[in-house]
């Protein structure tokens, strides 16, 4: 496959592996609204997440039904979140001449424009606030999560591969991918005034880029491979949440290097210093913890094995029990009625 222009914006190739892919982003349109792939791949992430995590929480020792409204919560404060942190950071890009204007431009997501780290903040401040309400142990329930949330970040980015966008620097890695859309962005955002001649990055339309989106997918679901396996083996509560940090803060580290989108304070990468500060802090407060735990290990059980979390789950499946029997008693005098009934009929009674 040789290096040329692309004139279709859906056609999007992978050169040195001669595959070549033809993706509308628009994946059906109902009553004149336009579904993205994106959302509906987003959507795709988050329901296996659920159906990851809500049947282990008892192995973490957490109610599931109890924090039914604790992933709601979250998962609406982790869409508005990334919105929000997406949009301050290119605040110019989305103001209009009026306010509608502006408000329609900021809740416009079909296409994109979510940032990751506003949607941990904003899921975090939301989720971990209704766990405070309903009693819900916080760590517990962050290790259980942000095992789903790897899913979800493993499957999401593949909205980013559909809409041709996070792809990095060019590249001549047999990874390499490009684009009718990728060489769209390069040719415009290169010109004066685009962010690329702005940031100084030099790019070349024809060539291939580092798909940073396929990059971060396959890390995400690495670590949730690895997460799970250790989840197992865990030494206490909120060491699979520091393992995240670490583990996701350090790949982004490096591949937000090579992205030609970044959300830029003057001339510093924003996600990439929260990157390494959050890799940073991770390993430092593992290796503190984790002393602390080898030398006063009764101080760090485990919330499954306490006596409360036992108490908890025992009387949640009392409570399950007894609605489950109240249905049947129910159900069987409904049908005893119901027998009743017909053999009335059967004898003439006037109803």
């Not at 094995?305 to 908890?312: G, I």
Request: glycine share 10%.
């Amino acid at each position: 496959m040789t290096e040329s222009e692309i004139t279709n914006p859906y056609i999007i190739q992978f050169p040195a592996l001669d595959w070549e892919f033809e993706i509308n982003p628009t994946a059906v349109t109902v009553f004149g609204l336009s579904i993205q792939w994106y959302g509906i791949i987003i959507a795709f992430g988050l329901l296996l997440a659920v159906l990851y995590c809500f049947p282990r929480m008892k192995k973490f020792g957490i109610n599931s039904d109890d924090a039914v409204d604790a992933v709601i919560g979250g998962v609406i404060g982790g869409v508005v979140g990334a919105r929000l942190y997406f949009v301050a950071m290119k605040w110019d890009d989305y103001k209009q001449d009026t306010l509608k204007d502006t408000f329609l431009a900021v809740i416009n997501t079909r296409n994109g424009g979510l940032a990751i780290y506003g949607g941990i903040i904003g899921a975090l401040i939301v989720g971990l606030t209704i766990c405070k309400i309903k009693k819900i142990k916080m760590f517990p329930m962050l290790d259980i999560s942000l095992m789903g949330f790897l899913i979800g970040q493993g499957i999401g980015r593949w909205g980013n591969f559909v809409n041709q966008e996070a792809f990095g620097i060019n590249t001549d890695s047999i990874f390499g991918m490009t684009g009718g859309r990728i060489q769209q962005i390069i040719l415009r955002e290169t010109q004066i005034g685009g962010s690329m001649y702005e940031n100084g990055i030099n790019m070349m339309w024809e060539k291939p880029v580092h798909p940073c989106f396929l990059y971060e997918s396959v890390w995400c679901l690495l670590g949730f491979v690895i997460l799970a396996f250790y989840s197992k083996h865990r030494k206490y509560d909120g060491q699979l949440t520091l393992m995240y940090m670490a583990w996701y803060g350090a790949e982004r580290a490096v591949v937000e290097g090579l992205r030609i989108d970044s959300l830029m304070i003057g001339n510093v990468r924003v996600s990439q210093l929260v990157s390494v500060i959050i890799l940073i802090v991770s390993v430092i407060l593992q290796i503190v913890i984790g002393l602390n735990a080898k030398r006063d290990p009764e101080k760090y059980v485990l919330y499954v094995n306490t006596e409360e979390s036992k108490l908890m789950l025992k009387k949640s499946v009392s409570v399950n029990t007894e609605n489950d029997e109240e249905e049947i008693v129910i159900t069987s005098d409904e049908e005893d009625d119901e027998d009743n009934t017909k053999e009335d009929l059967k004898n003439g009674t006037d109803y």
